[in-house]
Every structure is written in C-alpha cells, then in structure tokens.
C-alpha cells in the first residue's frame, strides 16, 4: 500500500508498504477515508523534541495523527461487530508498538485510539476532528474536577472552542468565547453560541470583565496567548486558572505584573492532553470515548476541511494554507491531479 512516511532528513515521502490485515490483540486495522492535516503534524515534524515520546512506535515512519475511515479487521479483544463500521481516529491517544500511521492506505491502531462514528454521519467529516474533541473533553474533566464553574476560550472560532462550545453545553457550563473578528462572532453566534466578544470592540475589556464576572468562568483555555493572554489576565475572576494549549500569539511575550497574579490570586500552567486525568488513566479513557460515541454526531465536531490531496501531493498539502481556519486532507484513494 501507499504511505506517506519521514526519511531520516525528517522529510516526507511517499513509500510501499506492506498492508496490515492481520491486528494484534486490542487494535484494529483501517481503511482511511481521510487524513486532515493539523497543526500539530507540521509543528512535531519540525520540532521532534517538542514530540517527545509521541515521535516514537511509528510503524515503518509512516506520519499522521488524525483520520477517520472504516475498519476492515480487529484483533483479539476487539469486537468483531465494530467491522465495517466508520470511526475518527486520534492516533496519539495509545501508543503502542505495532501502530501505522494514518497518513496511509490502511492504518492499524489501539482500538482506544477511535470512536466509532453513528451511521448517520460521513466519515470525512472527521478527518481531524478527534484531536478537538478529547482536548476539549479533557479539559472539561479536569477543571470541572478541580471547582470551576465556567470557562474562558481565547481562540473561541478554532476546532477545539467550537468542541468546548458544544461539551460545555452539555454540562450546562457557562462559557465565554473571544474571537478577533464581527464576522468571526457571527458565525459562531449562528451555530447557537451565546456569549461571544470580539477583541478589538471598542469596551471589550469592561465588557469582558463584566461578563466573567457574571458567569464565574475562572478557567482559562488559551489557545492564542502573548499579548491577549495579557490584557485579559487583570480582568480575569479571582482564583482564575490558565491553561495554556496553543501559539497562535506566541511570538509576542505574556506580560504580567507580580502584583496581578498575587492580587487575583492566578495560576498559569500548561495544559496537555496525554497528561490529563481523562487521557493517562486507561478506565477513564475508555468511558471518555464511550461517552464521546454518543454526542459526536454535533456539527460542531466536524473538521473544517478545505482542499483535498492525493497522498503524492504531499509536499502540495503540507504548504496549504489558502483559507484561514481550513486543513488541508489528504484522500488516499484520490487520484494525482497533474
């Protein structure tokens, strides 16, 4: 079979592989439909040692974190009614020795790496979706545990804040969404989201404040940080937590004075998936994604792709960047265009 798999110049190429039919206890072998290339795929391959121990147990090197297809064969453990059923895969979730990568033909995966998808959806629209939606759940989890009562999304248009969007209604959590743009906030306003602020509105900090205060939302998920994690810090409830996941701010510094994190009594730390009570402990994850089979069907789950790619386009993919918010998804059986 086709795979795109990384040289040892961390270069990205197409090889033959042999295919996977036969699984190991636990995993499951899949048909990939598509593979929506994320942020963390690009980031990773040019930073190994931000990866850790995630650049390891890569099957014949062949790279790719998330798709979503049908399974074709389970191994022992696995039942067998799960043949033939479509599911979204977050590869990173397991690790484990006899992975292949999703950017392929055929993957094979821990079965507690996939939630199986409703007949009633199409599996392309999962093609990056289940990296958002165990981040979202995550953090749900865990603040929830620790007393929070609502939250704060920095990049409230991004595919994880639109995963909180929906998680946190479920739970009846309130939520506080910025995004930079009127246009951004519309649609987000569309899709049923209710508390919505633009950054650049003339009052957005009393405003914010205001708001935050009203709905008790001390936990923070910073997807931007830099300067907007800055401006929001002083306005931000007492006994506030921020939880920082993404970049997208990161070339300029967070500036905070001593005397507001003391005064507002603030917690600043990294937020991480793999080290999450949901994700590390393997009972919690498995009721995790039981729970996630049943509510994946949301709108707000589903991956918003862009351009699709043969895997020879690879290089092609990995430059996409023509419309903002929008992955780029390689289709394994797509023929090349010339």
Request: glycine share 10%; aromatic share 6%.
């Amino acid at each position: 079979m086709k795979a795109v798999c990384v040289n040892a110049d961390r270069k990205l190429e197409v090889r033959d592989i042999p295919t996977p039919s036969d699984p190991p206890p636990g995993h499951l072998v899949v048909e990939i439909k598509a593979a929506a290339i994320n942020h963390g795929d690009k980031a990773f391959l040019a930073n190994p040692g931000v990866a850790g121990g995630l650049m390891k147990n890569l099957g014949h090197n062949v790279w790719g974190a998330s798709a979503a297809g049908t399974v074709r064969a389970v191994g022992e453990g696995v039942p067998a009614e799960l043949v033939g059923r479509d599911v979204a895969i977050y590869r990173s979730l397991n690790r484990s020795e006899s992975t292949i990568g999703l950017w392929s033909e055929f993957a094979q995966v821990p079965r507690m790496s996939c939630v199986v998808l409703p007949a009633s959806v199409s599996a392309k629209d999962y093609a990056g979706s289940l990296v958002n939606v165990i981040t979202a759940h995550a953090f749900l989890e865990q603040v929830s545990g620790e007393g929070h009562k609502g939250i704060v999304v920095t990049a409230g248009n991004s595919a994880t804040g639109l995963a909180l969007a929906a998680l946190a209604k479920r739970r009846g959590m309130p939520a506080v969404f910025l995004v930079r743009s009127t246009d951004a906030a519309a649609k987000l306003r569309a899709q049923g989201i209710e508390h919505v602020l633009v950054t650049g509105d003339a009052g957005f900090d009393d405003r914010f404040s205001q708001l935050a205060a009203s709905l008790g939302t001390t936990a923070v998920f910073d997807g931007v940080g830099g300067e907007l994690t800055s401006r929001i810090a002083p306005h931000l409830p007492m006994g506030s937590v921020i939880s920082f996941y993404g970049f997208l701010g990161a070339a300029a510094p967070v500036t905070l004075s001593t005397f507001v994190i003391v005064s507002r009594d603030l917690v600043l730390r990294r937020f991480s998936n793999f080290n999450s009570p949901t994700v590390a402990d393997p009972q919690r994850l498995e009721a995790a994604l039981g729970y996630l089979e049943g509510v994946i069907a949301d709108p707000l789950f589903h991956t918003r792709s862009g351009r699709e790619f043969s895997l020879e386009q690879i290089d092609e993919a990995m430059a996409y960047e023509e419309t903002p918010g929008a992955k780029a998804v390689l289709v394994p059986r797509l023929a090349s265009r010339g």
